[in-house]
């Protein structure tokens, strides 16, 4: 993951100065992180994040939302279609939120 964001992803967000983008991490179920937990990916998983934060972290052109934290949204499987896929009204939250400039935390 980490070389595929590096060879695709960053020189495009560097070659852009005037683009603004957003890079989201979507509120992924309590249960995504169950199954990493049992298939030992969660140290990977939180390795890629920390590695992309420190990529992108001096490029003013980039914001980083983490929707992951929000509990209410993530433990309340009622919002999910399976353990990845996320309600439209979720979406919708995401969005706002992103245009509020509001990045993680429990709402």
């Not at 992803?9 to 509120?27: D, G, K, N, T, W």
């Not at 309590?30 to 920390?50: N, T, Y």
């Not at 499987?77 to 990045?103: Q, V, W």
Request: glycine residues 4%; positive net charge.
């Amino acid at each position: 993951m980490r070389a595929s964001f590096e060879a695709n992803l960053l020189p495009i967000l560097r070659a852009h100065p005037e683009v603004r983008f957003s890079l989201v991490y979507p509120p992924w179920s309590a249960l995504v992180w169950e199954d990493f937990r049992q298939r030992g990916q969660v140290e990977v998983s939180l390795a890629f994040k920390r590695a992309v934060f420190e990529a992108v972290r001096g490029l003013p052109n980039v914001t980083l939302f983490d929707f992951q934290p929000r509990l209410a949204w993530v433990t309340n499987l009622d919002n999910y279609k399976d353990i990845y896929h996320f309600s439209p009204a979720i979406s919708r939250d995401m969005t706002r939120l992103d245009r509020e400039g509001r990045r993680s935390g429990d709402a």
